[in-house]
Nanobody
Framework: QVQLVESGGDLVQAGGSLRLSCVTS????????MAWYRRAPGQQRVLIAA???????NYAESAKGRFIICRDNAKNTIYLQMSSLKPEDTAVYYC????????WGQGTQVTVSP
Protein backbone atom coordinates (compact mmCIF):
# COMPACT_ATOMS: atom_id res chain seq x y z
CA GLN A 1 0.00 0.00 0.00
CA VAL A 2 2.90 2.34 0.73
CA GLN A 3 4.67 3.50 -2.40
CA LEU A 4 8.04 5.18 -2.64
CA VAL A 5 9.12 6.48 -6.03
CA GLU A 6 12.71 7.54 -6.59
CA SER A 7 14.00 9.70 -9.40
CA GLY A 8 17.03 11.75 -10.33
CA GLY A 9 19.59 9.07 -11.03
CA ASP A 10 21.85 9.75 -13.98
CA LEU A 11 25.27 9.35 -15.50
CA VAL A 12 27.60 12.03 -14.21
CA GLN A 13 31.32 12.71 -14.29
CA ALA A 14 33.42 12.51 -11.18
CA GLY A 15 33.16 15.74 -9.24
CA GLY A 16 29.66 16.38 -10.45
CA SER A 17 26.43 16.55 -8.51
CA LEU A 18 22.96 15.07 -8.52
CA ARG A 19 19.81 15.40 -6.50
CA LEU A 20 17.74 12.32 -5.90
CA SER A 21 14.08 12.57 -5.01
CA CYS A 22 11.72 10.17 -3.29
CA VAL A 23 8.01 10.88 -3.36
CA THR A 24 5.84 8.98 -0.91
CA SER A 25 2.25 7.89 -1.40
CA UNK A 26 1.25 9.59 1.83
CA UNK A 27 2.44 12.13 4.35
CA UNK A 28 6.05 11.73 5.32
CA UNK A 29 4.88 12.34 8.88
CA UNK A 30 3.57 8.80 8.72
CA UNK A 31 7.15 7.57 8.92
CA UNK A 32 9.44 7.62 11.90
CA UNK A 33 12.49 7.49 9.68
CA MET A 34 13.22 7.91 6.01
CA ALA A 35 16.50 6.97 4.46
CA TRP A 36 18.62 6.49 1.40
CA TYR A 37 20.46 3.24 0.84
CA ARG A 38 22.61 2.19 -2.06
CA ARG A 39 23.74 -1.06 -3.59
CA ALA A 40 26.91 -1.04 -5.63
CA PRO A 41 27.57 -3.80 -8.16
CA GLY A 42 28.47 -7.02 -6.42
CA GLN A 43 27.93 -5.52 -2.97
CA GLN A 44 25.26 -5.47 -0.31
CA ARG A 45 22.84 -2.64 0.24
CA VAL A 46 24.18 -0.11 2.74
CA LEU A 47 22.77 2.92 4.51
CA ILE A 48 23.89 6.26 3.12
CA ALA A 49 21.73 8.77 4.96
CA ALA A 50 18.69 8.83 7.21
CA UNK A 51 16.38 11.47 8.59
CA UNK A 52 13.88 11.12 11.42
CA UNK A 53 10.54 12.75 11.98
CA UNK A 54 12.33 14.99 14.47
CA UNK A 55 14.78 15.99 11.72
CA UNK A 56 17.74 14.16 13.17
CA UNK A 57 20.10 13.02 10.44
CA ASN A 58 22.66 10.26 10.17
CA TYR A 59 25.20 9.74 7.42
CA ALA A 60 27.52 7.03 6.34
CA GLU A 61 31.12 8.06 6.75
CA SER A 62 31.55 8.00 2.99
CA ALA A 63 28.73 10.52 2.60
CA LYS A 64 29.67 13.05 5.25
CA GLY A 65 30.56 16.43 3.84
CA ARG A 66 29.32 15.50 0.38
CA PHE A 67 25.71 14.34 0.69
CA ILE A 68 22.77 16.00 2.41
CA ILE A 69 19.43 14.41 3.16
CA CYS A 70 16.50 16.76 3.50
CA ARG A 71 12.75 16.80 3.16
CA ASP A 72 9.89 18.87 1.85
CA ASN A 73 6.91 18.10 4.04
CA ALA A 74 4.44 19.87 1.77
CA LYS A 75 5.51 17.71 -1.16
CA ASN A 76 5.84 14.49 0.83
CA THR A 77 9.29 14.19 -0.61
CA ILE A 78 12.78 13.53 0.66
CA TYR A 79 15.92 14.37 -1.24
CA LEU A 80 19.49 13.29 -1.34
CA GLN A 81 21.70 16.12 -2.53
CA MET A 82 24.98 14.68 -3.72
CA SER A 83 28.08 16.62 -4.63
CA SER A 84 31.72 15.83 -5.34
CA LEU A 85 30.63 12.49 -6.71
CA LYS A 86 33.18 9.73 -7.03
CA PRO A 87 33.20 6.56 -9.13
CA GLU A 88 32.74 4.59 -5.90
CA ASP A 89 29.35 6.27 -5.54
CA THR A 90 28.11 4.30 -8.54
CA ALA A 91 25.17 2.26 -7.32
CA VAL A 92 21.45 1.83 -7.35
CA TYR A 93 20.05 4.20 -4.76
CA TYR A 94 16.96 3.18 -2.83
CA CYS A 95 14.54 5.21 -0.81
CA UNK A 96 13.30 3.60 2.38
CA UNK A 97 10.72 4.56 4.97
CA UNK A 98 9.91 3.09 8.33
CA UNK A 99 6.78 2.90 10.43
CA UNK A 100 6.32 -0.47 12.08
CA UNK A 101 8.33 -1.94 9.24
CA UNK A 102 10.58 -0.78 6.39
CA UNK A 103 9.24 0.03 2.95
CA TRP A 104 11.42 0.26 -0.12
CA GLY A 105 11.34 1.98 -3.46
CA GLN A 106 12.47 0.39 -6.71
CA GLY A 107 15.72 2.32 -6.89
CA THR A 108 17.34 4.79 -9.24
CA GLN A 109 20.68 4.25 -10.95
CA VAL A 110 23.56 6.61 -10.32
CA THR A 111 26.66 6.12 -12.43
CA VAL A 112 29.76 8.21 -11.88
CA SER A 113 32.40 8.05 -14.58
CA PRO A 114 36.08 8.61 -13.81
Amino acid sequence: QVQLVESGGDLVQAGGSLRLSCVTSGSIFSFNTMAWYRRAPGQQRVLIAAITRENTTNYAESAKGRFIICRDNAKNTIYLQMSSLKPEDTAVYYCAAATSRWYWGQGTQVTVSP
